[in-house]
C-alpha cells in the first residue's frame, strides 16, 4: 500500500512538473533555461540554411553543455520529415529553421505539430505581427531586379502593368511558380491585392480595367496577362541571375529574384540590382521562422537556442544573428541595423505575406498558373 | 523442377526443395519493402484531399496542363531515350565485347562513365554549347560564333531527349554488355560452320539471346528518363514544358502533395502497364540459354577494314558524351565567376586557404574537415546498400525467372520495378511513418543506419533485379540440375554456381546501385540523423549558399568514388571469371 503510495507521489513529481513546464519555460530568461538546458545536454535543428553550422559553434562556446545538432534540408523535406516522424511516434526534433510559411502554417500550425514560442529577452523589440502565429527571425525578399549597367538611369520598369506590354515580351523571368513556393506567394500576394493593382493599372493606361469573367480582380487579370506576354520560366534562381545580371549584355531582361542575391554581384560579374520604384509593390518580403516541434524531446534547450538565434543587444546581432545578416535581408528584431548599402526596409516597396491569408488564397492561383502555362 | 520435387525425401525437406520457402519470404519482403510504403501513399489519396486530388488532376478544367500534356511529353521522352540509348548503347556493347575494335577497355570505360556524371552536369554542357538568346545572359558556344541557334534545338522535347540518351545509354551498355559477354564461341561458331553469314549470326543468334538484357535494358532507361527531373527542368521550362516529374516536384514542392502522390501513382500505372507488355514479348519467347557449364570464351568478329572507322565513331560518342560534361564540371569548380566558365581558373575551390577575398573566405573542399568524413561515409553507405540490393535482387531476379510466365513472377517482376517511379521524399516518409515507431516486439528504426539500408535497397531494387533477370535468364537449367542432383543446397548453389556465373551481370547491377545511392539526396537527407553527412548533403550545402564551385568540385569527387568501385568491381569480376579470358 505504502509502496503504491509512493509510487504515485513519485509520478506525480514527473508528470505533474512537465505538465506546467511548457509555460513556465515560455516565460522564462536565457540564464533560467541554462541549467535546464544543460540537464537536457542537447538540442536538434532543422535549418533551411547550412549557416547553421556557424550557429552551432557559437551556441555552444556561449552555453557550454548543451550540443546543438544542426541538419539543413529544405523548408518541403522539413515538413515531410516532421509530419512522419510524428505519425509514427517519434519526437527527436526540437527546433525548425524555416520559410515556406503558407505551408508550415497549414499543414504544421494548424495540425498542431509546432508551437510558437517568442523569447521574452527579445519581446518587445520585435512588432507585434512578427510575432504570431509564428515567430519571424528575418524577412528574405522576391522582388522586381534589373541590370544597373544596361539601365543606368534606374529601373526600366515603374509599374508591373508595363510587363504586360508588347517591349517586355519574352522579357521577363521567374522561377516557375508552379515550382516554388516563394514564386507562387509573390503571385498569389499580386491577387490579394485587386484594388492596388486596379489603381496602377488605371495609372498606366489612364482608363479603367476590364477584368474577364472567370477571374477574381486585377490582381489575378495581371498574372494572365503577364503569362500571356511570354514570361519565361526558368528552374532555379542561378540560372535567372546569370541572365538578368549578366554585366556585359546590352539588352537584358528584367525578373522576379531575392535582393540579397546582389551581394554576389562582383564575385560572378553580375550587375543586379532592386527596382524599388514600382507601382503598386515590387514584390513581397517573406519570412523565416523559429518555432518548436510539439514535444520537442528538449524543451528548454529549444527555447535558448531560438532566444539565442535573436542575436545579442549589439547593431549586428552578434554570433548568434551575424551569420544570417546579410544585405537584402532583414532582421525582424529592431535592436539589429540593417545594411548600410541597402535599401531600408521601411522604403522597400514590397508587400509583407501573411502566412495564413497566403495559405488560404494559393490554391486558387496554383491552379490559375497551371491553366495558363 | 517437378522431377526433382518427387525426388525429394522427407515433407519437411522437400518443402523446403520444392521452393515453396524463398517465394514465400520474397514476397514477404517485397510486401513489406515496397507494397507497404505504396499502400501508404495510396491511402493518403483517398482521404477528402486526395479525392479533390484525384478529380483535379483527371476531370476538371486543369487534367490538360497538369496531367495529360505532361504525359504525352513524358512518353515521348521516355519512349525516345529507351531507344536511342538502346540503339547508342546496345551498338558499343557489340563493338567492345564482340568485335576487335583497338582500344576496348578505353570504349569499355567511356561506356560505363556518362552515368556517373550528374544529368545536370550534361544539361549544362548542352547549353553551354546550344544555348541561344531566349534568356538573355551570355550565349552558348554556337551562338557567339555567329550561328543562330532555333529554339527547338535549345529548349524543350529535343535537347532534353539528346542530353537524357547521353546520360542513360550507359546504363543499356552496361546490361547488354554484360549479357554479350555471356554469348559463347559454340554458338557462334556453330552458326559459321552451318554457313551463315554475319548479319545472319547477329539477328538469328545473338539477338534473340540477348533480348531479356534488351528488354532490361529498355524498362530501365524508361523508368530513368521518365522520372528525371534536372534535365527537363533545366531544358524544358524555359519554353513552359512540364513533364511528369517536374510536375510532381512542383505539386510536392508548393505543398499540394496530394496532387503530387496522384501524379506519382498514374504514372506508375502507366509505366506498369508498358512493363507489362514488354514482360508478355519476353516470356512468351522461348529463353535462350547460353551459359551452359561447357567453356563460356567469347568470340570476336573481325571488323577488317572497319575497325578504324567504328572506333572513331565509339570515341567521338564518348568524348561527347563523357568528355565534355566532365569538361564543364571541372570548368565550373575552377572558375570564379559561373558565366564566364573558362577565365581566371583558380584552385581556390579545391584547396584554398579561406579567409581571403574568394568566396565568403570559404576555404577550398580538402580544408573543409568534414570531406574525408563524407567520403568515408558515402563509401561505407554506397558498399552496404550495393551490397543488400543485389542480395535481395539476386533472390528476386532468381524467383522469377525460375518461374517464368507464372503469376507469382510476373508480379514479383512488376512490384520490383516499382520503387524506381515513386519520387524519394514520399519514399522516405512513408518509410518513417512506417517503421519509425516499434512494431510488436522489434524496436523502432528510426534514425538508425539500418532504415537507411533498407529504405534505399527497396528504392534500388530495380536496377539489381534487371539486371540480374537478364543474366540468370541464360543460364543453363542443367548445371544447376546436376548440383542439385549431387545435393548442394540452395544457398551452395547460389554462390558456387550462379554467383560467378552471373557475377558480370550482378556487378553491373551493383555499380549502378552504388552510383545511385552515392549521388542520391533526397532520400539521404530524410533518412540520416548524425551530423557527419555523406558527400551529397555536402555538395548540397555549397549550392544552396550559393558556393556552385564547391558543390561541383565535390560533384567530381563522387564521380572518382563511382569510378574507383566500377574498377575495383571490374578487377574482381576478371579474377572470378578466369575462363573468359581468351
Not at chain 1, 518555432?291 to 535558448?304: C, G, N, S, V
Not at chain 2, 496542363?65 to 556493347?93: D, E, H, Y
Not at chain 2, 561447357?294 to 571488323?303: N, S, V
Not at chain 2, 572507322?309 to 575552377?334: I, M, N, Q
Request: glycine share 8%; aromatic share 10%; net charge positive.
Amino acid at each position: 500500500m505504502l509502496k503504491r503510495l509512493m509510487k504515485s507521489a513519485l509520478a506525480a513529481c514527473v508528470v505533474l512538473p512537465t505538465a506546467a513546464m511548457a509555460a513556465d519555460l515560455d516565460s522564462m530568461t536565457p540564464e533560467q533555461l541554462l541549467p535546464l538546458a544543460q540537464k537536457e545536454g542537447s538540442v536538434t535543428v532543422f535549418s533551411l540554411s547550412s549557416r547553421i553550422a556557424k550557429i552551432e559553434k557559437a551556441f555552444e562556446e556561449a552555453y557550454p553543455g548543451v550540443d546543438l545538432i544542426g541538419l539543413d534540408m529544405s523548408s518541403t523535406k522539413q515538413i515531410a520529415r516532421l509530419e512522419a516522424e510524428q505519425q509514427a511516434g517519434v519526437h527527436a526534433v526540437d527546433v525548425l529553421y524555416i520559410a515556406d510559411t503558407p505551408v508550415v502554417f497549414s499543414k504544421l500550425l494548424e495540425a498542431k505539430r509546432i508551437v510558437n514560442y517568442v523569447p521574452p529577452r527579445v519581446a518587445a523589440q520585435i512588432d507585434d505581427r512578427y510575432k504570431g502565429p509564428l515567430l519571424t527571425q528575418r524577412l528574405s525578399t522576391k522582388v522586381l531586379m534589373y541590370n544597373e549597367k544596361a539601365f543606368p538611369g534606374g529601373s526600366p520598369v515603374t509599374n508591373l502593368w508595363q510587363l504586360t506590354q508588347p517591349e517586355w515580351q519574352g522579357k521577363v523571368l521567374m522561377v516557375d511558380p508552379s515550382q516554388r513556393g516563394e514564386l507562387l506567394d509573390l503571385l498569389t500576394e499580386i491577387a490579394l491585392h485587386p484594388d492596388e493593382m486596379a489603381a496602377a493599372y488605371k495609372a498606366q493606361f489612364g482608363k479603367d480595367i476590364a477584368v474577364d469573367a472567370d477571374l477574381q480582380g486585377a490582381g489575378e487579370q495581371f498574372i494572365k496577362d503577364l503569362f500571356a506576354n511570354d514570361l519565361i520560366l526558368v528552374p532555379n534562381s542561378d540560372v535567372l541571375n546569370k541572365s538578368v545580371g549578366d554585366a556585359t549584355a546590352k539588352n537584358p531582361p528584367v525578373g522576379f529574384g531575392t535582393y540579397s542575391d546582389r551581394r554576389d554581384n562582383e564575385k560572378e560579374g553580375w550587375a543586379l540590382q532592386v527596382a524599388n520604384n514600382v507601382e503598386p509593390a515590387n514584390g513581397i518580403l517573406f519570412p523565416a521562422v523559429l518555432t518548436i516541434a510539439e514535444k520537442a524531446p528538449h524543451p528548454a534547450a529549444a527555447r535558448l537556442l531560438i532566444d539565442f538565434m535573436f542575436g545579442d543587444d549589439t547593431p549586428t546581432g552578434g554570433a548568434g544573428f551575424e551569420p544570417f545578416n546579410v544585405p537584402g535581408d532583414y532582421a525582424t528584431r529592431t535592436t539589429i541595423a540593417h545594411h548600410p548599402d541597402s535599401v531600408k526596409l521601411g522604403e522597400l516597396k514590397a508587400w509583407t505575406i501573411d502566412p495564413a491569408k497566403t495559405a488560404a488564397a494559393r490554391g486558387r492561383v496554383s491552379d490559375l498558373i497551371i491553366t495558363l502555362q | 523442377m517437378t522431377f526433382i520435387s518427387t525426388f525429394a525425401p522427407s515433407g519437411g525437406r522437400r518443402l523446403l526443395r520444392s521452393g515453396f520457402v524463398m517465394p514465400a519470404i520474397l514476397v514477404a519482403i517485397v510486401a513489406i519493402l515496397v507494397v507497404a510504403p505504396l499502400v501508404r501513399i495510396l491511402l493518403s489519396t483517398l482521404t477528402p484531399a486526395g479525392i479533390g486530388a484525384w478529380q483535379a488532376v483527371l476531370f476538371s478544367p486543369l487534367s490538360f496542363n497538369l496531367w495529360w500534356r505532361p504525359l504525352f511529353n513524358t512518353m515521348v521522352l521516355g519512349f525516345g531515350v529507351a531507344s536511342g540509348c538502346l540503339i547508342l548503347g546496345g551498338f558499343l556493347a557489340w563493338l567492345v565485347v564482340l568485335t576487335d575494335v583497338p582500344g576496348r577497355r578505353l570504349l569499355g570505360l567511356m561506356g560505363t562513365l556518362p552515368y556517373m556524371i550528374p544529368s545536370f552536369a550534361a544539361a549544362l554542357a548542352w547549353g553551354t554549347l546550344f544555348r541561344n538568346s531566349r534568356l538573355g545572359g551570355s550565349a552558348g558556344f554556337f551562338e557567339t560564333n555567329g550561328l543562330a541557334i532555333p529554339d527547338w534545338l535549345a529548349w524543350g522535347l529535343v535537347p532534353t531527349a539528346i542530353v537524357l540518351i547521353a546520360h542513360y545509354y550507359s546504363l543499356a551498355y552496361a546490361i547488354i554488355a554484360a549479357a554479350l559477354s555471356s554469348v559463347g564461341a559454340d554458338l557462334v561458331e556453330a552458326g559459321q560452320m552451318a554457313g551463315a553469314k554475319r548479319p545472319r549470326i547477329f539477328f538469328g543468334i545473338i539477338l534473340p539471346v540477348v533480348t531479356p538484357a534488351l528488354i532490361a535494358a529498355a524498362s530501365l532507361t524508361f523508368a530513368g528518363a521518365v522520372a528525371n527531373f534536372a534535365a527537363p527542368a533545366l531544358l524544358g521550362l524555359p519554353v513552359r514544358m512540364q513533364t511528369l516529374s517536374t510536375r510532381l516536384f512542383g505539386m510536392i514542392e508548393t505543398g499540394q502533395n496530394e496532387r503530387g502522390f496522384v501524379l506519382a501513382l498514374l504514372l506508375i500505372a502507366v509505366s506498369a502497364l508498358f512493363l507489362w507488355i514488354s514482360d508478355r514479348i519476353v516470356s512468351g519467347r522461348k529463353a535462350f540459354i547460353t551459359v551452359t557449364g561447357k567453356g563460356g570464351r567469347t568470340k570476336r568478329f573481325p571488323l577488317g577494314a572497319w575497325r578504324w572507322p567504328l572506333f572513331a565513331v565509339a570515341v567521338l560518342v564518348g568524348l561527347l558524351t563523357t568528355v565534355t560534361p566532365v569538361l564543364v564540371l571541372a570548368a565550373s569548380s575552377l572558375a570564379p565567376q559561373s558565366g564566364a566558365l573558362f577565365s581566371n581558373w583558380t584552385l581556390h575551390f579545391w584547396i584554398g586557404e579561406g579567409g581571403g577575398e574568394i568566396a565568403q573566405g570559404q576555404a577550398g573542399i580538402f580544408r573543409n574537415p568534414v570531406l574525408i568524413d563524407a567520403i568515408w561515409n558515402t563509401i561505407r553507405l554506397g558498399l552496404v546498400v550495393a551490397l543488400t540490393t543485389m542480395l535481395l535482387g539476386l533472390a528476386l531476379a532468381y524467383t522469377i525467372v525460375q518461374r517464368r510466365g507464372s503469376l507469382l513472377a510476373t508480379i514479383l517482376s512488376q512490384l520490383a520495378f516499382v520503387p524506381l517511379l515513386v519520387p524519394s521524399i514520399a519514399f522516405a516518409a512513408a518509410y518513417i511513418a512506417l517503421f519509425g515507431a516499434p512494431i510488436g516486439p522489434l524496436p523502432s528504426l528510426y534514425g538508425t543506419f539500418a532504415l537507411l539500408v533498407i529504405a534505399a535497397s527497396a528504392h534500388n531494387l530495380p536496377f539489381a533485379v534487371q539486371s540480374g533477370r537478364s543474366v540468370l535468364g541464360q543460364i543453363s537449367a542443367d548445371i544447376e540440375e546436376s548440383a542439385r542432383l549431387t545435393g548442394a543446397g540452395l544457398l551452395r548453389r547460389l554462390f558456387a554456381i550462379i554467383f560467378p556465373l552471373a557475377i558480370r551481370g550482378l556487378f553491373a547491377g551493383a555499380i549502378l546501385v552504388f552510383v545511385k545511392m552515392v549521388r542520391d539526396l533526397s532520400l539521404v537527407v530524410l533518412l540520416f540523423t548524425a551530423t557527419s553527412p555523406v558527400l551529397s548533403m555536402v555538395a548540397y550545402r555549397y549550392a544552396a549558399e550559393g558556393f556552385m564551385q564547391f558543390a561541383n568540385a565535390i560533384t567530381l569527387v563522387i564521380l572518382i568514388v563511382c569510378l574507383a568501385a566500377s574498377f575495383l568491381a571490374h578487377g574482381l569480376q576478371n579474377r572470378v571469371q578466369k575462363w573468359k579470358e581468351s
